[in-house]
Nanobody, 113 residues
C-alpha cells in the first residue's frame, strides 16, 4: 500500500487549500477513505470520511461546513477542499484507507493568523 499526500502549504487565515491523496495497493473503489490530521504535540485525529462510492461523507465537528471530502475512483485519488482556514487547522494532514494501512508522509498545512 502506498499513500502520497500533497497540496499543503502556508496560507493566511480565511484562505483555502485543496489537498490530494494518491492511493495504491488496494482496490481503491472498494474502500472508505479518510483524512486525519496531527497538530504539534497532539494525537492524530479524524477529519473526514467518504464511503467507497462517494455516496456518504462524515466530518469532524471542527471542520463541518468548511471542508469537503471527495474522491475519484478512476484516478484512485481522494481530495480535501479546505475553506475558511483557521490557525487551529495547522497540522500535518494524512489520508488512509479504512481499515487503516501504513501511513504516508502527510502534507503540512500551516495557517497564519
Amino acid at each position: 500500500v502506498q499513500l502520497v499526500e500533497s497540496g499543503g502549504g502556508l496560507v493566511q487565515a480565511g484562505g483555502s487549500l485543496r489537498l490530494s491523496c494518491a492511493a495504491s495497493g488496494r482496490t481503491f473503489s472498494r474502500y472508505t477513505m479518510l483524512w486525519y490530521r496531527q497538530a504539534p504535540g497532539a494525537e492524530r485525529s479524524f477529519v473526514a470520511r467518504i464511503s467507497y462510492n462517494g455516496g456518504s461523507t462524515e466530518y469532524a465537528d471542527s471542520v463541518k461546513g468548511r471542508f469537503t471530502i471527495s474522491r475519484d475512483n478512476a484516478k484512485m485519488m481522494v481530495y480535501l477542499q479546505m475553506n475558511s482556514l483557521r490557525s487551529e487547522d495547522t497540522a500535518v494532514y494524512y489520508c488512509n484507507f479504512y481499515p487503516n494501512a501504513d501511513w504516508g508522509q502527510g502534507t503540512q498545512v500551516t495557517v497564519s493568523s
